[in-house]
């Protein structure tokens, strides 16, 4: 069984402040930082302090359809193109979410 990443994130300065620093270099953007905005927007989108893993479905881990909606538009802002509204259909963990949003960066950049 492989091991299971968990991460505990707590940000009162949220996706926005995030933003700022989701700039792509020439090399591409960087996925640390592209993971520290994903799991700051799922902890302000679920509104937890709980420990969200970085395989768990969102959905699973508190996140409704409301919440869903908010979190993809929270996001969009934070890396300044349109996502798909069913984010988190389409890439249902936070892993999935970071590497669609590394991919689809970096393709942007080319």
């Known amino acids: 069984?492989?091991?299971?990443?968990?991460?505990?994130?707590?940000?009162?300065?949220?996706?926005?402040?995030?933003?700022?620093?989701?700039?792509?270099a020439k090399g591409g953007i960087d996925p640390a930082v592209v993971q520290k905005m994903v799991m700051e927007t799922v902890m302000n989108s679920v509104g937890g302090d709980e420990d969200v893993e970085m395989d768990a479905s969102l959905m699973d881990s508190g996140m409704d359809s409301l919440s869903s909606v908010a979190f993809r538009n929270d996001l969009q802002k934070a890396i300044g193109f349109k996502l798909p509204?069913?984010?988190?259909?389409?890439?249902?963990?936070m892993r999935h979410v970071i590497d669609h949003l590394v991919e689809e960066t970096n393709l942007r950049a080319a």
């Open 1 to 24: 069984m492989a091991p299971v990443a968990v991460v505990a994130v707590s940000s009162a300065a949220g996706p926005v402040a995030a933003a700022a620093s989701v700039e792509v």
């Open 85 to 93: 509204a069913a984010l988190i259909f389409d890439y249902p963990t």
